[in-house]
């Protein structure tokens, strides 16, 4: 089964930086799409970024296009999001999410979290 982790979360101020790393287990990732949501306190989960197999094609969440760029190296079976000129509507949870399939959307693997926090 694919094992997701995320690491890189922290406190930083408003307008700084973080870069967010999710290691993923298996074989075979490099066919699967990824994606990245957060969810604040006592909010639903919300997509922000996603990045095709190849690394391709990406989308973001209009809340963060400018801001935010989400990679990928298959060579380290790793998938990243840079997220800069941070806000304290950014203040959630951050988890990656793995799409194994050949449709759109649809997520079957995620991680634990990590914790990011910006403060004004």
């Known amino acids: 089964q694919v094992q997701l982790v995320e690491s890189g979360g922290g406190l930083v101020q408003a307008g700084g930086s973080l870069r967010l790393s999710c290691a993923a287990s298996?074989?075979?990732?490099?066919?699967?799409?990824m994606g990245w949501f957060r969810q604040a306190p006592g909010k639903e989960r919300k997509f922000v970024a996603a990045i095709s197999y190849s690394g391709g094609s990406t989308y973001y969440a209009e809340s963060v296009k400018g801001r935010f760029t989400i990679s990928r190296d298959n060579a380290k079976s790793t998938v990243y999001l840079q997220m800069n000129s941070l806000k304290p509507e950014d203040t959630a949870v951050y988890y990656c999410?793995?799409?194994?399939?050949?449709?759109?959307?649809?997520?079957?693997?995620w991680g634990q979290g990590t914790q990011v926090t910006v403060s004004s």
């Open positions: 298996g074989r075979t990732f490099s066919s699967y799409a």
């Open positions: 999410a793995a799409n194994p399939t050949d449709r759109n959307f649809v997520y079957e693997y």
